[in-house]
T-cell receptor, first 113, second 114 residues
């Protein structure tokens, strides 16, 4: 069975500093990995995905993620955090059947002014 | 336009009521999903429709009944719910129900069962 781990419940960063939100995964076969963001009282918004190819994936709002097969990780990064980036971030992997997203528990990102 | 709409935004219902949640997308997606989400927790998959046919039911109680009238619409019929069913119900769609396609989520319906 596939699984996703987000080891940090919360990440605090000052505005303008780089941010990293960690994600590791376990899946049979090749992983399809996703990052989503959820603002308060809203649905999830797709940020980026890794399917194949370049290990550095660029997504929406200046976010990027680096796929590392040997470490089974897919960490989300941004060079310069904004206060408006404060939200709940979910990493997810799709399973072999192809229809089911398995989510991590989520990481709350708080960016202070 | 990557938009999934859901109505109503909020719903309060008693345990004996019957209500329905509605979801609509006009992106030509052929897979649609219902999720249940508790506060600050990840979404939990309930149902998957692929090409208007139910393909996955994650052992959801029968008081939740999904319906896909056409490729753009998805309904969730609710009957005899319990207070623990109070949650944010999210609809999502993707181009197809296969591994490479991202899902697009609606804003959700906040359901309170009294």
């Amino acid at each position: 069975a596939q699984s996703v781990a987000q080891p940090e419940d919360q990440v605090n960063v000052a505005e303008g500093n780089p941010l990293t939100v960690k994600c590791t995964y376990s899946v049979s076969g090749n992983p399809y990995l996703f990052w989503y963001v959820q603002y308060p009282n809203r649905g999830l918004q797709f940020l980026l995905k890794y399917i194949t190819g370049d290990n550095l994936v660029k997504g929406s709002y200046g976010f990027e993620a680096e796929f590392n097969k040997s470490q089974t990780s897919f960490h989300l990064k941004k060079p310069s955090a904004l206060v408006s980036d404060s939200a709940l971030y979910f990493c997810a992997v799709r399973d072999m059947r192809g229809s089911t997203l398995t989510f991590g528990k989520g990481t709350m990102l708080l960016v202070s002014p | 336009d990557t938009e999934v709409t859901q109505t109503p935004k909020h719903l309060v219902m008693g345990m004996t009521n019957k209500k329905s949640l509605k979801c609509e997308q006009h992106m030509g997606h052929r897979a649609m999903y219902w999720y249940k989400q508790k506060a600050k927790k990840p979404p939990e998959l309930m149902f998957v429709y692929s090409y208007e046919k139910l393909s996955i039911n994650e052992s959801v109680p029968s008081r939740f009944s999904p319906e896909c009238p056409n490729s753009s619409l998805l309904n969730l019929h609710l009957h005899a719910l319990q207070p623990e069913d109070s949650a944010l119900y999210l609809c999502a769609s993707s181009q197809e129900a296969s591994r490479s396609y991202e899902q697009y989520f609606g804003p959700g319906t906040r359901l309170t069962v009294t």
